[in-house]
């Protein structure tokens, strides 16, 4: 198989899996989108969405959530780790947005990323899903396919972040990186896998 039949035949058997991948975070706009997405570090989205609505109760603007003490978010959002740091962070990027951005979330790359817990990731999720902007968020299952793929040999997520723009078409990027999350997920353990039965790797390899 050429790279280019590879890459077709990979979007063709997660588009007959995945036909309409959801967004896996609830959120109802694009600020509670960026809170769900600061909240789900090192956390599953189960958790997450185990804890948002309590959370967008209490505060589900910017101007809400900044008014908050940190410690009364934190007691909301205890259950998802880390969470004296993400209260904090939602507190204070909260606060900027209605400094900078009238208490509005902006749909730029180096806006996002300059706020307190967001990174490329973050920033790249928010561009895709809420502002429906070519952007391709790699975690680490969509890491580790890559790799086991043999189309990428990036050394960490920004490197394959790059691979991933290069070979997919830009115009499938966004339902694409929702469909390689999933099938991460729930085909391609770090451990025990096999590739005998493996819907890709079964003809890829
Ligand atoms: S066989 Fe399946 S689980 Fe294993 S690397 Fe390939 S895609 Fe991942």
């Known amino acids: 198989m050429t790279q280019h039949e590879k890459i077709?035949?990979?979007?063709?058997?997660?588009?007959?899996?995945?036909?309409?991948?959801?967004?896996?975070?609830?959120?109802?706009?694009?600020?509670?989108?960026?809170?769900?997405?600061?909240?789900?570090?090192?956390?599953?989205?189960?958790?997450?969405?185990?804890?948002?609505?309590?959370?967008?109760?209490?505060?589900?603007?910017?101007?809400?959530?900044?008014?908050?003490?940190?410690?009364?978010?934190?007691?909301?959002?205890?259950?998802?780790?880390?969470?004296?740091?993400?209260?904090?962070?939602?507190?204070?990027?909260?606060?900027?947005?209605?400094?900078?951005?009238?208490?509005?979330?902006?749909?730029?790359?180096?806006?996002?990323?300059?706020?307190?817990?967001?990174?490329r990731k973050t920033a790249s999720v928010v561009l895709a899903q809420a502002f429906g902007q070519p952007a391709f968020p790699v975690d680490t299952h969509i890491h580790r396919l890559m790799h086991r793929w043999g189309l990428s040999t990036g050394k960490n997520v920004r490197q394959t972040e790059a691979d991933c723009r290069r070979l997919f078409p830009r115009d499938r990027w966004i339902p694409l990186h929702l469909q390689l999350i999933r099938f991460g997920r729930e085909h391609c353990p770090a451990r025990n896998h096999h590739p005998q039965v493996c819907p890709v790797c079964s003809r890829l390899l």
């Open 8 to 119: 077709v035949f990979i979007m063709e058997t997660l588009e007959r899996l995945y036909p309409l991948p959801a967004v896996p975070l609830q959120h109802r706009d694009p600020f509670t989108l960026l809170v769900a997405v600061v909240l789900s570090a090192q956390t599953t989205d189960v958790c997450v969405n185990r804890v948002t609505p309590a959370l967008f109760a209490r505060a589900a603007t910017p101007q809400a959530m900044a008014a908050m003490r940190v410690e009364d978010i934190e007691s909301i959002i205890r259950r998802c780790g880390l969470a004296h740091r993400k209260a904090a962070s939602l507190q204070q990027l909260s606060r900027l947005l209605v400094e900078r951005y009238h208490g509005r979330v902006p749909d730029c790359m180096e806006a996002l990323e300059s706020l307190p817990g967001v990174g």
